[in-house]
């Protein structure tokens, strides 16, 4: 069936840098575009990035662009999300899902991804 795991967020000040992971088991995830979402408390869960396939094209909300880079290596079945200069306002709890029903690109709605991870906490302190 197939399973997402994030790791690697955590507690950092503004202006620091993590690198989140999601790393797919049980089947390959590399023929779906993947993407990141996250969810502060209170808010409904948002679209961060979303990536190709191949890796080739890639898609940023306003938010984060020029500030967080999304990527995938398929030989390990992981996607990445590095993040800098984070601001406070990133703190949410973090998701990777994968498109598997090859939605338009770019797929940026919640809807539109049908295999998520269970998240990862992101924390930016002031």
């Known amino acids: 069936q197939g399973r997402l795991v994030e790791s690697g967020g955590g507690l950092v000040q503004a202006g620091g840098s993590l690198r989140l992971s999601c790393a797919a088991s049980g089947r390959a995830f590399s023929d779906y575009a993947m993407s990141w979402f996250r969810q502060a408390p209170g808010n409904e869960r948002e679209f961060v990035a979303v990536?190709?396939?191949?890796?080739?094209?890639?898609y940023y909300a306003d938010s984060v662009k020029g500030r967080f880079t999304i990527s995938r290596d398929n030989n390990k079945n992981t996607m990445y999300l590095q993040m800098n200069r984070l601001r406070p306002e990133d703190t949410a709890v973090y998701y990777c899902?994968?498109?598997?029903?090859?939605?338009?690109?770019?797929?940026?709605?919640?809807?539109?991804?049908?295999?998520w991870g269970q998240g990862t906490q992101v924390t930016v302190s002031s």
């Open positions: 899902a994968a498109d598997t029903r090859f939605n338009s690109w770019p797929a940026t709605r919640v809807e539109e991804f049908d295999f």
């Open positions: 990536i190709s396939w191949q890796g080739f094209s890639k």
